[in-house]
């Protein structure tokens, strides 16, 4: 009798774990071995050709302390995030409650419209705003100029404090309609006679928004603040297509004095970048750091949100 339930036990755990083998193999040799042999890199003095030395801690070391790119490349990434992510979701939640509002038409074309420039390609987008801020070419000098508002071009792209705010307008662009998508969503859930009762009550459409919609979207905002600080950490497509490219006053990494090189494109230069000597250990290091410095903002964000939960 306990043979048999041995064996039934048996059967029906096997099924499942066939089912879960591949993707568990996967995971293991694309995902997680990756991830330990990286970290390897990162403590070695790590040689494709030849062998290897152990240095222990010098890459972080030195990345913290002499390395005057690294740091900057975090402030970089961190003040482009300030720039776009809390633009990003107030213009979000301002749209999406505009959509949902009864009486406006064509609801699905401006849902589309939206978020169109997030599934545009990094290429398409560098592009299209290289076009827009060129110094020469560009569309916006050209306009600018004939309305009389500017003497000569402006060059974009090509001064430290104006690649920045095009860098992050640009990244608005192609961000601000994900968020709304998931505004449009959490919407579409909250209870219909919370509004009537508040509208019976004499409230305006302000006050609406301040003491019931937006208090209703807080896990979706919480949960679009996190996803924001994460992928916004890894900056490097866009901003590298449009400070790198044709549009550019010469080929500075980072744009005009580096004032756009954010962590991940600092570590793609120095691993994989054509005068980077190829120092896949310090671009190790500098993934581990950037992850590291992910952690602390996302740690530094959640308490707080646990001080304003128990207030």
């Known amino acids: ?22 993707y568990c193999v996967i995971y293991l040799i694309f995902s997680a071995f990756p991830i330990v042999h990286s970290f390897i890199i990162s403590i070695f003095d790590w040689k494709v050709m030849g062998g290897s030395t152990f240095v222990g801690l010098k890459n972080y070391i030195e990345l913290l302390t002499t390395d005057k790119w690294f740091l900057k490349s975090l402030f ?36 589309l419209a939206y978020f169109l420039p997030h599934v545009t390609t990094a290429v398409a987008i560098g592009l299209m705003f290289a076009l827009i801020f060129d110094w020469q ?3 916006l000098n050209k306009l600018l100029l004939q309305l009389g508002l ?27 309609g994900y968020c709304t998508i998931f505004y449009l969503s959490g919407l579409s859930g909250i209870p219909e006679e919370l509004y009537e009762a508040a509208k019976l009550d004499g409230a305006g459409g302000f006050h609406i928004l301040r003491y019931i919609t937006i208090p209703m979207l807080k896990p979706i905002t919480q ?5 924001s600080i994460i992928s916004g950490s890894q900056i490097v497509e866009e901003p590298m297509l449009l400070l790198n490219g044709w549009a550019t006053v010469g080929n500075a990494v980072g744009g005009p004095e580096r004032s756009c090189l954010t962590a991940v494109w600092y570590l793609y230069d120095t691993a994989f970048g ?4 190829m120092n896949y250990s310090k671009g190790a290091a500098i993934g581990y750091l950037t992850f590291v410095f992910i952690m602390i903002i996302v740690f530094i964000r959640n308490r707080f949100s646990k001080e304003d939960e128990y207030e």
């Open 1 to 22: 009798m306990v043979k048999a339930k041995v064996k039934i036990t048996k059967r029906k755990w096997f099924w499942p774990l066939m089912f879960l083998l591949p």
């Open 76 to 111: 970089n990434t961190a003040l482009l995030m300030v720039m776009y992510i809390p633009a990003s979701i107030i213009v979000a939640l301002l749209l999406s409650n505009l959509i949902f509002t009864k009486g406006v038409r064509f609801k699905k074309y401006f849902q």
């Open 137 to 139: 070419t560009g569309i």
């Open 150 to 176: 500017i003497n000569e071009g402006l060059n974009w792209l090509g001064t430290p404090g104006l690649a920045r705010f095009v860098t992050a307008l640009m990244l608005f662009w192609s961000y601000f």
């Open 223 to 227: 949960f679009l603040v996190i996803t």
């Open 274 to 277: 054509k005068n980077s000597m």
